[in-house]
């Protein structure tokens, strides 16, 4: 085979293998983290927290930690998701705790209340996490509404000096699909 001919050969299986890949539709981040519908929990508080625990062995911990202000009249509900799958929901000044696999995985939160200023940004989080055996993770979650300006949360990876004293100020969160 001469060289024109390789080369147009090379040529066309590239534009190919460029047009294959342009057609396919780029990942969904939400539903890779949070899952395909909307999940309704009802969420219980418990006093009896003990704190951070050891992960298992060959897995790790996650904590995440919802630091929003119990104000009355005001839903604080935050559903968390993992890797597509819904894990639970949070309340204000609540922790959920869950344990994952080594390696990267994908976590959510979608505030459920109804906040005017809220946008649709400020509703979902996304957070990737990059997971080690035996590492324990802890995640704030928090929200902040002002008077004149949009809603904003966030998440944040808390170090292991803070984590258990968030923890411990929290009170565990116990959640129930509601159907």
């Known amino acids: 085979m001469n060289a024109a001919r390789l080369f147009s050969s090379f040529s066309a299986c590239l534009l190919l293998t460029l047009a294959a890949h342009a057609q396919q539709p780029a990942p969904n981040p939400i539903a890779a983290a949070c899952g395909s519908t909307d999940a309704n929990y009802t969420v219980k508080h ?43 929901a949070t309340d204000a000044q609540t922790h959920i705790s869950f344990v994952v696999t080594q390696g990267t995985h994908h976590l959510c939160a979608i505030y459920q209340g109804h906040a005017a200023s809220m946008d649709e940004e400020g509703q979902t989080l996304l957070l990737n996490l990059k997971a080690e055996a035996g590492h324990i993770y802890y995640i704030r979650y928090h929200a902040m509404f002002l008077k004149d300006s949009p809603g904003i949360a966030f998440f944040e990876k808390v170090d292991e000096d803070e984590g258990p004293f968030l923890v411990q100020r929290t009170e565990e969160a116990t959640s129930t699909l509601k159907k």
């Not at 050891?54 to 839903?75: G, H, K, S």
């Open 46 to 88: 418990t006093t009896a927290s003990v704190g951070p625990t050891q992960p298992p062995p060959r897995a790790a911990l996650v904590y995440i930690i919802e630091t929003m202000p119990d104000y009355p009249f005001v839903t604080k509900k935050v559903n968390i998701g993992l890797d597509g799958s819904w894990v639970g």
